[in-house]
């Protein structure tokens, strides 16, 4: 067991030094089987090694929330603009045409609402999952949360378990409660959590120092846009975190929210793989929404 009185801070991260067994364009993935690989490359640009995650699953907690009220009229229009797609499988078969032909991040637990306690979820039969023919399957963890810490983190590694078995990955999804702090030291060790349990990817949360977040962390990190913020914001917020070091964003509200959805996701798109800065992003959402 670790000695929890001398647990010292992590210092030495070698912050912009890549892995000298780097030999595949998705970090830490090089020793995987060929199939996973497969899954990872239709989610990760082969060309650039990022990706534009669009997630729209709110509506398993949330409901039919703002912007997710009709997702055929709503979401559909932005696929071709997204290397990934991340919802639920209802959503999944009763919305999304398979002719878009997109790899899908199956958002793969599900339990409470918010309309009561959060986080008290159980993972689905991944045989929904091989049907659907998924890229990825994302499990959320609560960490630090006293109630359901243990329980989801063994819904990841039980779903890791079973995604090893039939060659689908595993993305690890870092929950913040109220009384978390949003700081690099949370975000680095659950992220490290997540991998250090077999996640393939790990989405979390861009803070200050989130350079640190993602030196530390053994695969890719993908940010969460969070909530709703001005365009010129968000796009900064992708720009800060791909400098950072994460390998993609997996963003909702602050683009199916924006006033403008299918100029937003192009200019985040541009943001993530031509390396545009975030003021050149926010110009070409201005061209696009005219």
Known sequence: ??????????????????????RFHVKGAANLPWGMKDQLSRIFNPATGKAVMLAFDHGF???????????DLNILPLVEYADCLMCTRGILQSVVPPTVNKPVCLRSDAG???????????????????????????????????????KTIANLYKMV?????????????????????????????????????GAHIVKTYYCEG?????????????????????????????????QDGAAGVDMGRNVFQSPSTQAMIQAVHAVVHTGITAEQGYELYQDLAK
Do not use: H, W
């Not at 009185?5 to 067994?21: M, Q």
């Not at 907690?61 to 997702?71: V, Y």
């Not at 929904?128 to 960490?143: F, G, K, P």
């Not at 350079?211 to 695969?219: E, G, L, M, S």
């Open 112 to 150: 409470t609402s918010i309309l009561t306690e959060l986080n008290d979820n159980v993972i689905i039969d991944i045989e929904d999952a091989i049907r659907l023919n998924v890229s990825a399957m994302a499990v959320m963890l609560a960490i630090g949360d006293t109630s359901y810490e243990a």
């Open 1 to 22: 067991m670790a000695d929890l009185d001398d647990l010292r801070k992590g210092n030495n991260f070698a912050i912009g030094v890549t892995s000298g067994e780097q």
């Open 161 to 197: 378990d079973l995604g090893s078995r039939y060659g689908i990955p595993v993305m690890g999804v870092t929950a913040v409660g109220k009384q978390m702090a949003r700081d690099a030291r949370y975000f680095g060790l659950a992220s490290r959590i997540c991998a250090e349990n």
């Open 61 to 71: 907690i949330m409901g039919p929330t703002s912007g997710l009220e009709r997702i």
């Open 210 to 242: 989130f350079d640190k977040v993602a030196a530390a962390c053994p695969v890719p990190v993908v940010i969460a846009g969070g909530k709703k913020l001005p365009e010129k914001e968000a796009l900064e917020l992708c720009y800060k975190a791909i």
